[in-house]
């Protein structure tokens, strides 16, 4: 009995020397040795996208200017430690395009280089905060640049689309609107019966320009008689544009009914009292949204006019900063978010004021007139399919020769943007196109009162 019990104790004692040397072969790699051991433990450190890749990192940072649709376009171009990867975006400021140009190829471009394309959100908060004041338009579009090219990079090497990054689809298309003008209201009506046969469900009305400039090219006001400002000062006469805008309204509503949604942009150009007037006036017109009734200068008025009427309001288009949305939107004091994606600083800004207006029951609207490249138009699209408060997506019918210049530019159908589904943002730039269109420096935004008094924008 005692041998027997000795004999099993020898040999549970070799059973525990074997787990012990198998444990120890696990542990340190008898195997394959200590390094093996240790670049295993390393493999569970990193995460599996990142195991075995060196970082992309940006090798030059470069504006690309152009014309092809009549406005100066700005495009920057940021080119990777990849071969043949690259990331295009929109650094658009069209009244003063040339200044931006050497933010992005002086500074953007040495602030750029060498950094990891994969960190969006350090590099926009380091580009931001870099210059020490925050930034103004010129800055921010130069930023903005950045920030699409990164994102048009992201995803094409996560070869998707960009809005499959921000969440996927929740909508099949983007509705638009369209923009109907006319020198009288029979020509705005006529102008608002194409834009339905051609499938759009909600068109922005106006006579003439923006507060019916240009309407009468004989009258010369009293300020050119007078031999004040430059000839080329346009002219608007603020007490017939708030007496005809109603009237406008009327007459489309007779014309077609209430199945129409209408929109209609004031584009700052009266006084705060005199847009709260009118607008009280358009309520029995039922406007999908009225644009911009005031300026940044006059933002105060705002619980003004949501107190005197219920017609919703689009605003936020000469905003510089994200941080000038927050109070009117927790406040909802207006209902639509008119973010220039150019001039706010790119998609991952955008991306925050939209997300913010989630909460608020406030939607998006970005601004996307001519001056907004496809480039920038391909960044909204990506927002807009992606978002869950989208609103309405401003319309731009671009010609033959942008198609040219920017293979992918967006195209309407039924009156809605179609969605891209190529990698990144779906876009991309012909160089030896775009050449053949230079920028120009002349721009039109001085508009006056018969005494020539500047009228704010």
Not at 7 to 23: I, V, W, Y
Not at 298 to 310: H, Q
Request: charged content about 25%; proline content about 5%.
């Amino acid at each position: 009995m005692e041998s027997k019990n000795k004999e099993t104790l020898a040999n549970r004692r070799d059973m525990l020397k074997m787990l012990g040397l198998g444990s120890a072969a696990g542990m340190f790699g008898l195997l394959g040795g200590t390094s093996t051991a240790k670049a295993q433990v390393g493999d569970r450190e990193k995460p599996q996208y990142a195991r075995g890749t060196a970082p992309v990192t940006i090798t030059n940072v470069r504006a690309i200017t152009t014309a092809p649709g009549g406005n100066n376009l700005v495009i920057v171009k940021v080119e990777t430690s990849e071969p043949g990867l690259y990331g295009l975006g929109c650094a658009t400021y069209t009244q003063r395009a040339a200044v931006v140009v050497p933010a992005i190829n002086t500074y953007l471009n040495e602030f750029c280089q060498g950094r990891d394309v994969d960190n969006i959100e350090d590099m926009w908060q380091a580009a931001y905060v870099s210059s020490y004041w925050r930034n103004g338009p010129v800055l921010n579009n130069a930023l903005s640049g950045l920030d699409q090219a990164l994102w048009d990079i992201k995803g094409k090497r996560a070869n998707v689309p960009v809005h499959q990054l921000l969440g996927g689809k929740t909508r099949f298309a983007i509705d638009t609107y369209a923009h109907a003008s006319g020198r009288d209201f029979e020509e705005v009506c006529e102008n608002v019966g194409r834009y339905i046969e051609r499938g759009f469900r909600h068109i922005r009305i106006q006579q003439g320009g923006y507060g019916g400039v240009g309407l009468n090219k004989d009258f010369v006001p009293d300020f050119q008689q007078a031999g004040y400002g430059k000839t080329s000062d346009e002219f608007m006469d603020q007490r017939t544009y708030l007496k005809n805008v109603p009237k406008m309204f009327e007459a489309v509503r007779k014309r077609f009914g209430e199945d129409i949604q209408l929109l209609h942009d004031v584009h700052e150009r009266v006084d705060p009292m005199d847009a709260i007037n009118m607008i009280k006036r358009l309520e029995e017109y039922r406007p999908f949204f009225i644009e911009d009734p005031f300026s940044p200068e006059n933002m105060g008025w705002f619980r003004k006019l949501r107190a005197a009427t219920t017609v919703p309001i689009a605003m936020g288009e000469l905003f510089n900063n994200i941080n000038e949305f927050r109070d009117y939107m927790v406040d909802q004091l207006f209902d639509y978010i008119r973010i220039h994606i150019s001039q706010i600083g790119g998609i991952t800004p955008a991306m925050k004021v939209a997300r913010l207006g989630e909460w608020f029951n406030v939607r998006t609207a970005w601004h996307g007139p001519g001056d907004t490249s496809p480039v920038g138009h391909a960044a909204n699209n990506n927002i807009n399919i992606a978002v869950w408060n989208f609103g309405i997506q401003e319309s731009q019918f671009f010609n033959e020769r942008v198609h040219e210049v920017f293979p992918g530019t967006p195209t309407i159908e039924n009156g809605y943007f179609k969605v891209n589904e190529t990698p990144g943002l779906g876009i991309d730039i012909n160089e030896k196109e775009a050449a053949k269109y230079p920028i120009g420096t002349r721009s039109k935004w001085t508009i006056r009162k018969y005494d020539g008094t500047i009228i704010r924008p």
